[in-house]
């Protein structure tokens, strides 16, 4: 079973400033089966990426996502004060569909 | 209007069953898998499990076979997942989700407590 290992656990940010997150892979991940997602207390959690790097619908342009084989990040290119929140990322698409253990965006 | 919607929180006794529904709106419910994901306090996002939205067939996570159960109704769009013999640690939010490139489409959540 593929295990998602993120980091960092918690980042501290302000608005505005870019920040990278990682997502490594314990075996390889087909592109075309990593996804990223935002989840903030009390709501759903919302689909940010997939494929690596496809946005999703209605997704602004600050978040992107790369990588490839074990080593994927995803980018928000200039943090908004509604982008802090929890990000996890997810091997889907060949059962078990795992979910890292989530990074925390905190504002600094 | 696309949707999942959840029905309302729970309170049960350990060792009861519990089941949750998540009603699908606005697409053809058939046409797009669904899958069960549970977030237990202060944890992160763990996937349960899907079903064929087709042909009715489950497929559990290994953390969750023996007292979970995926179940639909197609003629009202509706997906379920059963807990049975409940466990004080299975207090947590349970979401559907429908998948196509990644879980796209995500229900309110249900928040299921057990408590004696």
């Known amino acids: 079973e593929i295990v998602l290992t993120q980091s960092p656990g918690t980042l501290s940010l302000s608005p505005g400033e870019r920040v990278t997150l990682s997502c490594r892979a314990s075996q390889s991940v087909s592109t075309s089966y990593l996804a990223w997602y935002q989840h903030k207390p009390g709501q759903a959690p919302r689909l940010l990426i997939y494929?690596?790097?496809s946005r999703a619908t209605g997704i602004p342009d600050r978040f992107s996502g790369s990588g490839s084989g074990t080593d994927f990040t995803l980018t928000i290119s200039r943090l908004e004060p509604e982008d802090f929140a929890v990000y996890y990322c997810?091997?889907?698409?060949?059962?078990?569909?795992?979910f890292g253990q989530g990074t925390k965006l905190e504002i600094k | 209007q696309v949707q999942l919607v959840q029905s309302g929180s729970e309170l049960k006794k350990p060792g009861a069953s519990v089941k949750v529904s998540c009603k699908a709106s606005?697409?053809?419910?058939?046409?797009?898998?669904m899958n069960w994901v549970r977030q237990a306090p202060g944890k992160g996002l763990e996937w349960m499990g899907w079903?064929?939205?087709?042909?009715?067939?489950?497929t559990y996570a290994q953390a969750f076979t023996g007292r979970f159960v995926f179940s639909l109704d197609t003629s009202v769009s509706t997906a379920y997942l059963q807990i049975n013999s409940l466990k004080t640690d299975d207090t947590a939010v349970y979401y559907c989700?429908?998948?196509?490139?990644?879980?796209?489409?995500w229900g309110q959540g249900t928040l299921v407590t057990v408590s004696s």
């Open positions: 997810q091997r889907y698409g060949i059962s078990p569909y795992t």
């Open positions: 989700a429908r998948s196509w490139h990644g879980f796209d489409l």
């Open positions: 606005g697409y053809t419910f058939t046409s797009y898998a």
């Open positions: 494929g690596a790097s």
């Open positions: 079903i064929n939205t087709n042909t009715g067939n489950p």
